[in-house]
């Protein structure tokens, strides 16, 4: 079997693997240069050097929120780095490289190459592929299609508030964001509380005069943050140079940075692939957010939200290949679609059957759902400090956290 992999990112490099390892032969398409994906910094914003959108939206400050304990691949560990857990983008991306050298994937991959267009023919699957360097396009055959090519690279900004057309200052995207300096001695507004929201929001206090983080959730508002973060509710109009808040209150404003997530985007995917995008966010129908049920040979990897990534993206490109190898169909009486991309408090259930359905491979392991739980309690418990702590994973049952308090004398050791 002949497989395409759209994307060298986690998801697919995972696939890539897991292909090799049962015999497949595949074709990785990367549009850029590198392997990581989202996990590659790239100071540039806008377009690229073929005049493509930057696909990653990386910050230079950003610290994983979760230890790297959860985001290797399944037998292969970060090597040099056992007294820190939660580590750069740049520690990432070396990871990633070092696990593609290894299980000698880069052979497999085929830089510059930009998918246009993938469409079902009566028995096969036809891929059109541009070669950013020559400018040329090559059509290409394959049994079964890959769609890895990650959700967080096309900005979702709300267009629903009056006057964001009249405002003067800076209006960006997360996707967008790299270093704070540009934002020095100004008055910005942060939209948005997930994780980009509150890392930036932490990031631009550092030059910024004053910040404004609009959210909704109270949760954060007993957190500790910088002085100069002031917590607003939702924003009710723009003017030119000013915001007004649902509570009536009004600020002057510099800049907005819209941390507002982003929009799944398969421009290449035509109608007979039997794919459907509803309002950018939800891709159906897929069993178990993977197969395509329209056309079984096309599985999606990587398209969930709330999750350990690595272990994750691993697990449903194991879950792909094993549907590909026994070659099941999308007219078996167990498949059903999913109706959203957000896992959330259903990781383990949804992990599970992966695992315990028709479809038999090995699951992943307990220790690793415990430690997920383990680090969001401490993230709860110790938002402002909790990536100085250290996980250690002691055996198939139990691990331990080593935080230190600013100084090295002084650990809290939590055993679980």
């Known amino acids: 079997m002949k497989i395409a992999i759209i994307g060298a990112g986690v998801a697919g490099l995972a696939s890539a693997r897991r292909c090799l390892e049962n015999g497949f032969e595949c074709v990785v398409f990367e549009r850029t240069k590198r392997v990581g994906g989202t996990w590659v910094y790239d100071e540039r914003i806008g377009l690229d050097e073929f005049g493509l959108p930057i696909h990653t939206s ?22 040099g780095l056992d007294n820190v857990s939660f580590l750069t983008p740049f520690q990432v991306q070396e990871y990633i490289e070092q696990f593609t050298k290894h299980f000698k994937l880069i052979q ?69 964001y790299r270093v ?48 100069n973060i002031a917590h607003k509710p939702a924003i009710e109009y723009f003017t030119e140079k000013t915001v007004c808040f649902i509570d009536k209150t009004s600020v002057a404003l510099d800049a907005i940075i819209y941390c507002t997530g982003f929009k799944i985007a398969l421009p290449f995917l035509k109608p007979s692939c039997g794919i459907n995008l509803i309002n950018d966010e939800l891709i159906t129908s897929l069993h178990k957010n993977i ?11 990587g398209f969930i939200n709330m999750n350990f990534v690595f272990p994750i993206f691993d697990l449903q490109a194991r879950y792909y290949i094993e549907f590909l190898r026994n070659n ?35 699951p992943i392991p307990m220790i690793i759902f415990r430690t997920y739980w383990g680090c969001q309690k401490l993230r709860e418990e110790n938002f402002g400090s909790y990536r ?3 996980f250690r994973i002691i055996d198939s049952n139990k691990y331990f956290i080593e935080f230190d308090k600013n100084n090295a004398k002084n650990k809290f050791k939590h055993t679980v």
Not at 58 to 79: A, D, H, I, R, V
Not at 203 to 216: E, G, I, L, P, T
Not at 339 to 356: M, P, Q, R
């Open 328 to 362: 099941y169909s999308a007219n078996e009486n167990w498949m059903t679609a999913v109706n959203t991309h957000v896992v959330g408090h259903y990781l383990l259930e949804y992990c599970k059957s992966l695992a315990l359905e028709e479809i038999k491979i090995e």
């Open 58 to 79: 990386m910050y230079k400050c950003l610290m994983t929120n979760l230890p790297k304990e959860l985001m290797n691949y399944p037998n292969f560990p970060y090597k």
């Open 291 to 301: 197969v395509n049920m329209n056309n079984p040979s096309m599985g999606f990897i």
């Open 388 to 390: 100085s702590a250290v």
């Open 180 to 227: 704070p300096e540009p934002f020095k001695n100004m008055n910005v507004l942060i939209i948005g509380s997930g994780p980009s929201g509150v890392d930036i929001s932490v990031d631009v206090a550092k030059v910024a005069n004053q910040v404004y983080f609009s959210h909704n959730n109270p949760k954060l508002l007993d957190k500790e943050f910088p002085d």
């Open 108 to 176: 497999h991959i085929r830089f510059c190459s930009l998918v246009t267009s993938v469409e079902r023919l009566t028995n096969i699957w036809q891929v059109i592929v541009e070669d950013l360097m020559t400018k040329t396009a090559r059509i290409e055959y394959f049994d079964a299609v890959m769609v890895c090519n990650g959700h967080n690279a096309v900005p979702r900004i709300p267009d629903d508030k009056p006057g964001m057309n009249e405002f003067v200052g800076i209006q960006i995207h997360s996707h967008d």
